[in-house]
């Protein structure tokens, strides 16, 4: 079993910046992919990025690629997301979670692990 704790978010002016951090526990997720999703308010969760276990690659919505930057520290069990030049439309909650193997999948029906979120506001 795995526990995932999401840290880091807060409210933001727009164009400003957050970091994010993923604190895994239970066992190593060192050989799993991690990813981020997020959830606005009556949207459905979507895909943010990933990183395969390595971290050799990365996979980026397409709204978020040059903006965010996920990261990961095996030895720490960690996972990160820097987010750059914030936008209203950013504002969701924010769920880090571990894949079923080492890749970087979009799909959240490829992920077993979930996070209680943490609330990210970009104000206007």
């Known amino acids: 079993q795995v526990q995932l704790v999401e840290s880091g978010g807060g409210l933001v002016q727009a164009g400003g910046s957050l970091r994010l951090s993923c604190a895994a526990s239970g066992r190593t997720v060192s050989r799993y992919g991690m990813g981020w999703f997020r959830q606005a308010p009556g949207k459905e969760r979507e895909f943010v990025a990933a990183?395969?276990?390595?971290?050799?690659?990365?996979n980026y919505a397409d709204s978020m690629k040059g903006r965010f930057t996920i990261s990961r520290d095996n030895a720490k069990n960690m996972v990160y997301l820097q987010m750059n030049s914030l936008k209203p439309e950013d504002t969701a909650v924010y769920y880090c979670?571990?894949?079923?193997?080492?890749?970087?999948?979009?799909?959240?029906?490829?992920?077993?692990?979930w996070g209680q979120g943490t609330q990210v506001t970009v104000s206007s």
């Open positions: 979670a571990v894949a079923r193997y080492g890749g970087v999948p979009r799909s959240q029906g490829e992920y077993n692990y």
């Open positions: 990183i395969t276990w390595s971290a050799t690659s990365t």
